[in-house]
C-alpha cells in the first residue's frame, strides 16, 4: 500500500504565504514525478505545479512567479511554497505521484488540503 499523507493547508489573507508538503509511504522502489493539482468549488481540477525526478519543473501559467514546488527525494517528499496568494487560488490542494513499485507503475493521489485565501 502507498499513502500521500499533505499538510500545510489552512486559511490565508490574500497576499499572504502558505507551504504544503505531501510524503509518499508504504512499499516504494522510486518516486518518479511529482506534482499539486487544486479543484475549486464547480471548476474542474487543473494542475498546478509538476516536478520530475530529475528536478525539472513545469507551472501553470497562474502560478508562475508566485508559486515554487520543491521535492527532498530521500523523503519522497513534495513541498509547494505559494507566495502572494489570491483569493482565485482558493481550492483544495490534491498531492499527486507516479510511484514505482512491486506492483509495477502508478500514479496515486492525495486525499486533498483546503487552502482558502481571503479578508
Known amino acids: 500500500q502507498v499513502q500521500l499523507v499533505e499538510s500545510g493547508g489552512g486559511l490565508v489573507q490574500p497576499g499572504g504565504s502558505l507551504r504544503l508538503s505531501c510524503a509518499a509511504s508504504g512499499i516504494i522502489f522510486s518516486v518518479n514525478a511529482m506534482g499539486w493539482y487544486r479543484q475549486a468549488p464547480g471548476k474542474q481540477r487543473e494542475l498546478v505545479a509538476l516536478?520530475?525526478?530529475?528536478?525539472?519543473?513545469n507551472y501553470a501559467d497562474s502560478v508562475k512567479g508566485r508559486f515554487t514546488i520543491s521535492r527532498d527525494n530521500a523523503k519522497n517528499t513534495v513541498y509547494l511554497q505559494m507566495n502572494s496568494l489570491k483569493p482565485e487560488d482558493t481550492a483544495v490542494y490534491y498531492c499527486?505521484?507516479?510511484?514505482?513499485?512491486?506492483?509495477?507503475?502508478?500514479?496515486?493521489w492525495g486525499q486533498g488540503t483546503q487552502v482558502t485565501v481571503s479578508s
Open positions: 499527486y505521484a507516479t510511484i514505482v513499485n512491486h506492483s509495477g507503475t502508478r500514479g496515486y
Open positions: 516536478i520530475t525526478s530529475g528536478s525539472n519543473t
